[in-house]
Nanobody, 126 residues
Framework: QVQLVESGGGLVQAGGSLRLSCAAS????????MGWFRQAPGKEREREFV??????????YYADSVKGRFTISRDNFKNTLYLQMDSLKPEDTAVYYC?????????????????WGQGTQVTVSS
């Protein structure tokens, strides 16, 4: 079992920054890939890929919509995943979820992730 708890969400003006954290517990954090996904208002059936990172942090993937603005990273000693979000836009408003893929390699596909956090709200005002 893996437990994931996100934090760091909030309300920010367009152009501002936020740093999300995801604290993991349970199985050995450094053994598995992690990802960030988001669910925008009115799109409850769509969980959009944001960023992903492999176990070592050596392989990173980003959605085109956030490339150059968001940075995913991890600290395997602290069992924590991060998402640094800069130059935020109103369209980044969503609930952000971290997810763990304990069974396979890093992926941009949400359906391969087997553990999810409860989400943290990010609201960007114009």
């Amino acid at each position: 079992q893996v437990q994931l708890v996100e934090s760091g969400g909030g309300l920010v003006q367009a152009g501002g920054s936020l740093r999300l954290s995801c604290a993991a517990s349970g199985r050995t954090f450094s053994n598995y890939a992690m990802g960030w996904f988001r669910q925008a208002p009115g799109k409850e059936r769509e969980r959009e890929f944001v960023a992903a990172i492999n176990w070592s942090g050596g392989r990173l993937y980003y959605a085109d919509s956030v490339k150059g603005r968001f940075t995913i990273s991890r600290d395997n000693f602290k069992n924590t995943l991060y998402l640094q979000m800069d130059s935020l836009k109103p369209e980044d408003t969503a609930v952000y979820y971290c997810a763990a893929n304990t069974l396979g390699a890093v992926s941009t596909l949400g359906n391969v992730y087997d553990y999810w956090g409860q989400g943290t709200q990010v609201t960007v005002s114009s």
